[in-house]
């Protein structure tokens, strides 16, 4: 090969160049010598910078266009250091690769792709570095956590379900109930066994939350001087929001998001919080509805999205129309009777 700095062949041209810039202290000779000699034709920094380019990509294309001497992404860092160029991290350069395509990691996981399931293997259970720590390690090792607002947990909890929401709505994300059945009935098995445990020996409560849009409800009711009751079991099964004795009227009010509305999420949709699908929430949901008729009861679901943008006197007049309807019907059913 011809050496463009003086002009003559050798065989072993890589070696050679170094001769040219003996007084530099640097592993990247052959690199300085590329750089002084083609820089006009292709600018290894600029490719770095501007156009986003990683040093295994720039290796191989200074080595397909130009075939000067073998040049590897080592050759590339080290030339980028004697630059002061600040190198990408792993996650700045995830970011370039997100902002363009819109997926992380190429869009591989751990079930499509060997090595990324290899490392997550290597991180499971035990071997997770978080595990095995103490509780002053533990704090230590997540310590930025503490200095997170509310605020900010809040955002970050969005981004994740957001993430999560998309990836399963889209497939790109696949739950383990279908990659691995009997692996997911294990662990949900095992899940219900230790809140089951924990309720019977006291270790926890059993929680009753009530929502703003119950409050709301039970306060109209109140107002229409109508009986009810709120948290009202059926058969011992089950408990629901509201029953309505007047009307044989047992009424639940479903969140949007907490009971995973069909007309906004996917059945494949793995909900953050209660950690199973959407369509396992839509069957539980339907396994209380059947209950209620099945024990002769009438049953009515309002869902957050109808009454979401209502005022006061909006969801008074929404809840003056479901006591009419009821009274028409039970009209209805007395005169069928008869």
């Not at 009227?249 to 996917?266: C, K, R, T």
Request: aromatic share 14%.
């Amino acid at each position: 090969m011809l050496c463009k700095i003086c002009n003559k062949e050798y065989k072993n041209l890589g070696r050679h160049v170094s001769t040219h810039y003996r007084d530099i202290q640097t592993k990247s000779k052959k690199m300085l010598y590329f750089h002084d000699t083609y820089k006009e034709k292709y600018d290894i920094v600029y490719e770095y910078l501007k156009n986003k380019k990683s040093a295994n990509q720039i290796a191989k294309e200074i080595t397909k266009l130009f075939n000067p001497f073998p040049v590897q992404k080592g050759d590339v860092l080290n030339f980028l250091k004697y630059m002061n160029v600040k190198k990408r991290t792993t996650s700045e350069a995830g970011k370039v690769f997100y902002k363009e395509n819109n997926v992380w990691n190429k869009g591989l996981t751990k079930h499509d792709h060997k090595s990324i399931k290899k490392y997550a293997d290597s991180r499971t259970g035990k071997n997770n570095p978080i595990y095995s720590l103490s509780e002053s390690e533990r704090k230590e090792k997540v310590y930025y956590w503490c200095f997170k607002s509310d605020c900010e947990l809040t955002e970050i909890r969005c981004k994740i379900s957001k993430t999560l929401k998309e990836g399963y709505n889209s497939g790109r994300i696949k739950h383990i109930s279908e990659t691995d059945p009997e692996k997911y009935k294990e662990i949900h098995a095992k899940m219900l066994s230790g809140y089951f445990d924990a309720l019977n020996n006291g270790a926890i409560k059993r929680q009753s939350y009530t929502s703003s849009y119950e409050k709301r409800i039970a306060n109209i009711l109140e107002e229409l001087d109508i009986s009810f009751v709120q948290q009202k079991s059926c058969n011992k099964k089950y408990r629901y929001d509201f029953f309505l004795e007047d009307f044989n009227l047992y009424i639940e009010f479903n969140g949007d998001y907490w009971h995973a509305n069909p007309n906004q999420f996917n059945e494949n949709y793995y909900h953050p919080h209660k950690k199973i699908l959407a369509r396992e929430i839509w069957e539980y949901d339907d396994v209380k509805r059947v209950n209620v008729i099945n024990s002769g009861y009438n049953f009515l679901t309002i869902w957050e999205c109808d009454v979401k943008e209502f005022n006061d006197q909006q969801l008074k007049d929404y809840i003056i129309g479901i006591i009419k309807n009821q009274k028409h019907q039970k009209h209805k059913h007395n005169s069928a009777g008869l």
